[in-house]
T-cell receptor, first 114, second 114 residues
Framework: EADIYQTPRYLVIGTGKKITLECSQT?????MYWYQQDPGMELHLIHY???????EKGDLSSESTVSRIRTEHFPLTLESARPSHTSQYLC?????????????FGAGSRLTVL | KNQVEQSPQSLIILEGKNCTLQ??????????LRWYKQDTGRGPVSLTI?????NTKSNGRYTATLDADTKQSSLHITASQLSDSASYIC?????????????FGRGTQLTVWP
């Protein structure tokens, strides 16, 4: 069982609301990631972090923001949710020095914006 | 154009039967290739990882093959079970280090019927 936790698992929210998706891992991994996944489509990297106080944007442009104040915690925030933000958001982590795709994924947060 | 193409897009088989899923990639340079299993509503879980020098690797009823010359990989599932119903995602890395970029396929949706 992966030691990476995402909350909430499901969220239905109205347009314009601010939301934060939580991600925590207990493995002490340095690198953490946020991916966006739509049905039948590949995962797209939207944010990643090499460690505390380090955040970078991924391949897919996103209006969300992230922070990394603690090693184990990597929350994602949308200041004003829109229907186009409806998607599944997957958090992942990897150990420093490991191969690039040795990822451990959380169970995901499915966001629906009405 | 996605650099990792998977086929078929979806597949239905009867319980107990075998099946083979395909992954073709154009990623270069190549570091390693990993197959993930993603159950509905869950995050992906790693099944196997293969480097350039490996051409076969097994994990229980799952056997992955890799032909680095033709840039093709396959995942063979033997004696399928209902619990094998999931999306199977092929992921290719262009570097072995944490600086490597990951390229995701769109997955093959496998359904196993009783």
């Amino acid at each position: 069982e992966a030691d990476i936790y995402q909350t909430p698992r499901y969220l239905v929210i109205g347009t314009g609301k601010k939301i934060t998706l939580e991600c925590s891992q207990t493995m002490g991994h340095d690198k953490m990631y946020w991916y966006q996944q739509d049905p039948g489509m590949e995962l797209h990297l939207i944010h990643y972090s090499y460690g505390v106080n380090s955040t970078e944007k991924g391949d897919l442009s996103s209006e969300s923001t992230v922070s990394r104040i603690r090693t184990e915690h990597f929350p994602l925030t949308l200041e004003s949710a829109r229907p186009s933000h409806t998607s599944q958001y997957l958090c992942a982590s990897s150990e420093k020095g490991s191969g690039a795709n040795v990822l451990t994924f959380g169970a995901g947060s499915r966001l629906t914006v009405l | 154009k996605n650099q990792v193409e998977q086929s078929p897009q979806s597949l239905i088989i009867l319980e107990g039967k075998n099946c083979t899923l395909q992954c073709n990639y154009t990623v270069s340079p190549f570091s390693n290739l990993r197959w993930y299993k993603q159950d509905t509503g869950r995050g992906p879980v790693s099944l196997t990882i293969m480097t350039f020098s490996e051409n076969t690797k097994s994990n229980g009823r799952y056997t992955a093959t890799l032909d680095a010359d033709t840039k093709q990989s396959s995942l063979h599932i033997t004696a399928s079970q209902l619990s094998d119903s999931a999306s199977y995602i092929c992921v290719v890395s262009d570097r072995g280090s944490t600086l490597g970029r990951l390229y995701f396929g769109r997955g093959t949706q496998l359904t196993v019927w009783p």
